[in-house]
């Protein structure tokens, strides 16, 4: 079913997505926060691994290019 490159990526940027919850919690920095709850929260929904590698590396970048 699931292959351990999967679960290990999936795990890799579900603990960045929690460091930028947390960075984004404490600092009040709303888009780190939603990042990382998105980041935490979409390996769920994409099986392919090359999708989960773009859609995380988007996820990572985006509170770099939005400034609230």
Known sequence: MLDPTYIFVSLIFS????G???YGKKQKNK????????LMVYP?????LIMLVIAGVVLM????????
């Open 15 to 18: 603990s960045i997505g929690l």
């Open 20 to 22: 930028y919850f947390i």
């Open 31 to 38: 888009i780190s926060f939603y990042s990382g709850i998105g």
């Open 44 to 48: 769920y929904f994409i099986a392919n």
């Open 61 to 68: 970048l985006l509170p770099r290019f939005i400034q609230l």
